[in-house]
């Protein structure tokens, strides 16, 4: 059957967008419900997530002493969210100015229902007025008042009370800032109907079967350790299969003529300010002496990239130039968001970044688009979802050469006949991106790749190319990544594949199982047979009976099983197995099974035939 690839609109529907109001009124409801259990309460924000939402709380101690909500509330606010949603409350909003919403949060005024001595609120009040934005507020019946900019139900008699849940609690600093105070973070489920909510929760314990952390330490492939808090640790397995996903990659990568760099992993501060990290990334950058001079570890590897164009005249005939680096990167995470391979504090990025003429551009970005969707194809995700992510807050150059490079990123994905979604305000501070979502075997979206269009930073490092007329030109800049973290890519195909990979990826593509050890030179001129041709095999000892080395590579997910006896070693054959195969899964004594190779699934097959066959596979990548 073949790959059946999908470009999924990411652009909201009705039925979106009435979800998304049913979990923002629920939030409501939520910071309802603990005020009541907890009148003291200071309350943060409490937006809509994918497949849920959340509200930030600060717990005063009260008569009681309590400061904290615990997982032991949560059925208790749940069955208080139930009862103000059988009372049919009305969500109601309305303007107000910035007079009425400093009263309504003071301590002074405000009202038992949400108002009332709330300095987060007001903070966002100040911040509003000064960034002169509108004020509104929503009421859910008389229970509770939030400033809130809308997208809400208009009654609760909307919402199912079985198609929700609270799921836990979590900390928070508030506006995401670790100097500022830690809140409690109460998160939540919804869906339009109980039997989403089931399926969903379904989805979530089969999830955790897979974690890819627990399948990294029965897989042999990496691991933690507190002497380096966020770092991976790759085990042999690990390696192999990470040198298989990036043998993948650079045969795609050198057939669009790349050339790859490398460049160091320390540079000067004077860099980092200059490039614009320093102003919109230091938080999250480490940083060292060396001889008086102050130095970071990179967090991106683009500015050590464009001192490589700098070092020599480039002319227009050298242009688009695309130079690639795999480079490691440091960023500081705090520890309580480190997880697994999906959040790590160093990690290898494939980067690659373009420097082209302006009238290239277009060329190069759809190049790009179709490098990066062959390269879903070949690992085997199907759908594939594209967003467009346009001008942030903080961002460096002139608007209206964003307004350019947003103007051209549409005119690629239109042209290619790409739908997309706008995601506003969530570009790179040089650039806007279009960001590439994946979805697994499970129905989760994952943002690997990414294009990001770079106007400025040729600008702020000075870059030039010499014009066919010999006057200097300024060169553009494409960003890109396909994989974006590998650690992070490679938990995602853990848990896509559970563990169980596709021929071409496994890190051990073959065991093979001598009946006894009267077999095992014959296993060893096999195996130095497959070893010759670059595949990837192992010997299972005969210490254990046959039945219980099958089981124990069925566990290891290899993807092939081959046993040798004395009827293989006479006819120079091997009698294979594939994995989930039955009989992999027998029990039977050694004997039995050695005695059945004509009844087995791809019975016995000469030697050089399974290498044949073995290698169409793994060049074909078939997953």
Same mark, same amino acid.
């Given at each position: 059957?073949?790959?059946?690839?999908?470009?999924?609109?990411?652009?909201?529907?009705?039925?979106?967008?009435?979800?998304?109001?049913?979990?923002?009124?629920?939030?409501?409801?939520?910071?309802?419900?603990?005020?009541?259990?907890?009148?003291?309460?200071?309350?943060?924000?409490?937006?809509?997530?994918?497949?849920?939402?959340?509200?930030?709380?600060?717990?005063?101690?009260?008569?009681?002493?309590?400061?904290?909500?615990?997982?032991?509330?949560?059925?208790?606010?749940?069955?208080?969210?139930?009862?103000?949603? /059988?009372?049919? &409350?009305?969500?109601?909003?309305?303007?107000?100015?910035?007079?009425?919403?400093?009263? &309504?949060?003071?301590?002074?005024?405000?009202?038992?229902?949400?108002?009332?001595?709330?300095? =987060?609120?007001?903070?966002?009040?100040?911040?509003?007025?000064?960034? #002169?934005?509108?004020?509104?507020?929503?009421?859910?019946?008389?229970? =509770? *008042?939030?400033?809130? #900019?809308?997208?809400?139900?208009?009654?609760?008699?909307?919402?199912?009370?079985?198609?929700?849940? &609270?799921?836990?609690?979590?900390?928070?600093?508030?506006?995401?800032?670790?100097?500022?105070?830690?809140?409690?973070?109460?998160?939540?489920?919804?869906?339009?109907?109980?039997?989403?909510?089931?399926?969903? &929760?379904?989805?979530?314990?089969?999830?955790?079967?897979?974690?890819?952390?627990?399948?990294?330490?029965?897989?042999?492939?990496?691991?933690?350790?507190?002497?380096?808090?966020?770092?991976?640790?790759?085990?042999?397995?690990?390696?192999?299969?990470?040198?298989?996903?990036?043998?993948?990659?650079?045969?795609?990568?050198?057939?669009?003529?790349?050339?790859? %760099?490398?460049?160091?992993?320390?540079?000067?501060?004077?860099?980092?300010?200059?490039?614009?990290?320093?102003?919109?990334?230091?938080?999250?950058?480490?940083?060292?002496?060396?001889?008086?001079?102050?130095?970071?570890?990179?967090? +991106?590897?683009?500015?050590?990239?464009?001192?490589?164009?700098?070092?020599?005249?480039?002319?227009?005939?050298?242009?688009?130039?695309?130079?690639?680096?795999?480079?490691?990167?440091?960023?500081?995470?705090?520890?309580?968001?480190?997880?697994?391979?999906?959040?790590?504090?160093?990690?290898?990025?494939?980067?690659?970044?373009?420097?082209?003429?302006?009238?290239?551009?277009?060329?190069?970005?759809?190049?790009?688009?179709?490098?990066?969707?062959? =390269?879903?194809?070949?690992?085997?995700?199907?759908?594939?979802?594209?967003?467009?992510?346009?001008?942030?807050?903080?961002?460096?150059?002139?608007?209206?050469?964003?307004?350019?490079?947003?103007?051209?990123?549409?005119?690629?994905?239109?042209?290619?006949?790409?739908?997309?979604?706008?995601?506003?305000?969530?570009?790179?501070?040089?650039?806007?991106?279009?960001?590439?979502?994946?979805?697994?075997? +499970?129905?989760?979206?994952?943002?690997?790749?990414?294009?990001?269009?770079?106007?400025? +930073?040729?600008?702020?490092?000075?870059?030039?190319?010499?014009?066919?007329?010999?006057?200097? !030109?300024?060169? *553009?800049?494409?960003?890109?990544?396909?994989?974006?973290?590998?650690?992070?890519?490679?938990?995602?195909?853990?848990?896509?594949?559970?563990?169980?990979?596709?021929?071409?990826?496994?890190?051990?593509?073959?065991?093979?199982?001598? %009946?006894?050890?009267?077999?095992?030179?014959?296993?060893?001129?096999?195996?130095?047979?497959?070893?010759?041709?670059?595949?990837?095999?192992?010997?299972?000892?005969?210490?254990?009976?046959?039945?219980?080395?099958? /089981?124990?590579?069925? +566990?290891?997910?290899?993807?092939?099983?081959?046993?040798?006896?004395?009827?293989?070693?006479?006819?120079?054959?091997?009698?294979?197995?594939?994995?989930?195969?039955?009989?992999?899964?027998?029990?039977?004594?050694?004997?039995?099974?050695?005695?059945?190779?004509?009844?087995?699934?791809?019975?016995?097959?000469? %030697?050089?035939?399974?290498?044949? !066959?073995?290698?169409?596979?793994?060049?074909?990548? %078939?997953?």
């Amino acid at each position: 059957m073949g790959l059946r690839l999908i470009i999924s609109p990411m652009a909201k529907t009705a039925k979106d967008s009435k979800i998304d109001n049913i979990r923002h009124s629920l939030a409501h409801l939520l910071a309802a419900a603990v005020l009541k259990r907890f009148p003291k309460a200071k309350l943060g924000i409490g937006p809509v997530i994918e497949n849920g939402f959340y509200y930030d709380f600060l717990i005063n101690a009260d008569e009681r002493g309590l400061t904290q909500i615990k997982e032991t509330d949560l059925p208790e606010i749940e069955k208080e969210m139930r009862r103000l949603i /059988r009372m049919n &409350l009305l969500f109601t909003g309305k303007k107000i100015t910035p007079a009425e919403a400093k009263k &309504l949060f003071s301590a002074k005024g405000g009202s038992a229902s949400g108002g009332k001595d709330q300095p =987060f609120k007001l903070e966002l009040v100040k911040e509003f007025i000064k960034e #002169k934005k509108p004020l509104t507020v929503y009421k859910t019946g008389d229970v =509770f *008042v939030d400033l809130c #900019k809308g997208g809400h139900i208009k009654n609760t008699s909307e919402i199912r009370t079985d198609a929700f849940k &609270l799921t836990h609690v979590a900390g928070a600093y508030w506006r995401g800032d670790e100097k500022n105070p830690q809140l409690q973070r109460v998160y939540g489920l919804a869906f339009e109907t109980k039997k989403e909510l089931e399926e969903y &929760l379904w989805q979530q314990e089969e999830i955790k079967k897979w974690d890819h952390r627990k399948i990294g330490k029965e897989l042999d492939l990496f691991s933690f350790h507190e002497e380096g808090p966020g770092f991976v640790f790759w085990h042999p397995k690990g390696m192999l299969l990470r040198e298989a996903l990036m043998k993948a990659y650079g045969e795609l990568q050198k057939s669009a003529d790349y050339k790859t %760099v490398s460049t160091p992993i320390l540079l000067s501060e004077e860099l980092w300010r200059r490039s614009g990290h320093w102003d919109n990334y230091k938080d999250k950058m480490y940083f060292t002496k060396i001889d008086n001079r102050s130095f970071a570890i990179k967090p +991106m590897n683009c500015p050590g990239v464009i001192l490589i164009y700098k070092d020599q005249t480039r002319s227009w005939r050298d242009l688009p130039l695309r130079l690639s680096e795999t480079g490691e990167v440091h960023r500081h995470e705090p520890s309580g968001t480190l997880h697994g391979l999906f959040r790590v504090r160093a990690f290898r990025q494939d980067d690659a970044h373009i420097f082209a003429l302006e009238d290239q551009i277009e060329e190069e970005v759809k190049s790009i688009i179709n490098l990066i969707i062959g =390269f879903y194809k070949i690992i085997g995700f199907s759908e594939i979802e594209l967003e467009l992510s346009t001008r942030p807050e903080k961002y460096i150059g002139e608007e209206k050469i964003w307004t350019k490079a947003e103007s051209i990123f549409k005119k690629v994905l239109r042209g290619l006949a790409l739908k997309f979604k706008i995601n506003e305000g969530d570009g790179a501070f040089y650039g806007p991106k279009i960001d590439f979502h994946v979805k697994d075997a +499970m129905g989760r979206r994952w943002q690997c790749g990414t294009i990001q269009l770079d106007f400025f +930073m040729p600008e702020r490092f000075g870059l030039e190319y010499v014009d066919k007329d010999g006057s200097p !030109k300024r060169p *553009v800049m494409i960003h890109r990544t396909i994989i974006g973290s590998i650690q992070r890519f490679t938990g995602i195909i853990i848990e896509h594949f559970h563990g169980a990979f596709p021929l071409w990826l496994a890190p051990l593509q073959i065991t093979i199982l001598p %009946v006894s050890e009267k077999f095992s030179k014959y296993a060893e001129k096999v195996s130095e047979e497959l070893r010759k041709e670059n595949i990837r095999v192992e010997i299972s000892v005969a210490n254990e009976t046959l039945g219980k080395r099958i /089981r124990e590579a069925e +566990m290891k997910k290899i993807p092939y099983v081959l046993v040798v006896g004395e009827r293989e070693e006479k006819n120079k054959t091997v009698s294979v197995r594939k994995r989930g195969s039955a009989f992999a899964k027998a029990s039977a004594d050694a004997k039995t099974l050695a005695d059945k190779s004509a009844d087995k699934q791809d019975g016995e097959i000469l %030697v050089e035939k399974l290498i044949e !066959k073995i290698k169409k596979e793994i060049e074909n990548k %078939v997953i």
